[in-house]
């Protein structure tokens, strides 16, 4: 009987920040490796609660951002480098293979989305970081929705792909485009491996240091822009890459 067993707390675990700002009235938000309480916030919304009302999407969109590890953008915000912008942990394939799939599907959420393809949320957050870093997706109100360049980008053959992506990387990744900065001026298109760990150590441990250039070249590979030959550890211009005034956003 319910006087016998009062009910006073249901804690509900859900993957889904929709469902959870829905039902909630504290939303808890646990980091990993350790684990650790990222957020703790109080949903304080009238119910019934309106899916897409202005404050409903507010706590969608922050409940995001902590998930994602995405600091609000203010207008005080420093410009992007690669310490306060890292690569998300995603390699072309995947991404490319997600904008395909969200081509098809039209705006929908992280959690509808990792639903859809029997997924975890947090397999798809790398992904979905790495679509919004390069231009090629938003995420309003919780809703994920291709761009007009992810759009071109997901329906590209090979080698407009490529270009589309050197671009992107080029203006929005800014490890990759550090790399390539960088590659132009030294005399001869090389430069050793350790001038970028040295530079990256100073933001990152060196598990991350090496995960970031592994994606740098995966990208900057994809996009022949630059490779790294393993055998001399040295970061190498492509040479049929794409000139720099082509890369660099018209003004």
């Known amino acids: 009987a319910s006087d016998e067993f009062p009910i006073k707390a249901i804690v509900l675990v859900t993957h889904n920040i929709e469902e959870a700002v829905l039902l909630a009235d504290r939303v808890v938000i646990l980091g990993t490796k350790p684990g650790k309480v990222e957020l703790e916030l109080m949903i304080d919304l009238?119910?019934?609660?309106?899916?897409?009302?202005?404050?409903?999407?507010?706590?969608?969109?922050?409940i995001y951002n902590v998930m994602t590890g995405r600091p609000p953008q203010t207008r005080e915000s420093?410009?992007?480098?690669?310490a306060n912008a890292p690569?998300?942990?995603?390699?072309?394939?995947?991404?490319?293979?997600?904008?395909?799939?969200?081509?098809?599907?039209?705006?929908v959420t992280v959690a509808e989305t990792a639903d859809e393809l029997?997924?975890?949320?947090?397999?798809?957050?790398?992904l979905v970081d790495a679509l919004e870093l390069l231009k090629f997706?938003?995420?309003?109100?919780?809703?994920?929705?291709?761009?007009?360049?992810?759009?071109t980008f997901a329906?590209?053959?090979?080698?407009?792909?490529?270009?589309?992506?050197?671009?992107?990387?080029?203006?929005?990744?800014?490890?990759?485009?550090?790399?390539v900065n960088a590659l132009?001026?030294?005399?001869?298109?090389?430069?050793?491996?350790?001038?970028?760990?040295d530079i990256l150590r100073r933001s990152y441990s060196e598990s991350e240091v090496e995960r970031q250039l592994d994606v740098a070249v995966n990208w900057g590979r994809y996009a022949e822009l630059f490779s790294l030959d393993a055998d001399h550890d040295e970061f190498v211009v492509d040479?049929?890459?794409?000139?720099?005034?082509?890369?660099?956003?018209s003004r």
Do not use: C, M, W
Not at 78 to 82: C, D, G, I, S, V
Not at 118 to 126: H, K, S, T, W
Not at 137 to 151: I, K, N, S, Y
């Open 184 to 197: 132009e001026r030294a005399s001869d298109g090389t430069l050793r491996g350790g001038f970028f760990r």
């Open 87 to 107: 690569l998300p942990h995603a390699n072309v394939d995947s991404l490319s293979g997600l904008a395909e799939i969200l081509a098809g599907l039209g705006p």
């Open 137 to 151: 997706a938003v995420v309003d109100g919780g809703r994920l929705a291709l761009t007009e360049a992810g759009v």
């Open 78 to 82: 420093p410009p992007a480098t690669p």
């Open 46 to 62: 009238p119910r019934p609660r309106d899916r897409h009302g202005v404050d409903f999407e507010s706590f969608v969109e922050r």
């Open 155 to 179: 329906g590209a053959d090979i080698q407009p792909s490529k270009q589309i992506f050197a671009r992107a990387v080029y203006e929005h990744a800014p490890l990759v485009h550090v790399i």
């Open 118 to 126: 029997g997924l975890e949320v947090d397999d798809l957050l790398p």
């Open 239 to 249: 040479p049929d890459r794409i000139p720099l005034s082509a890369l660099s956003p």
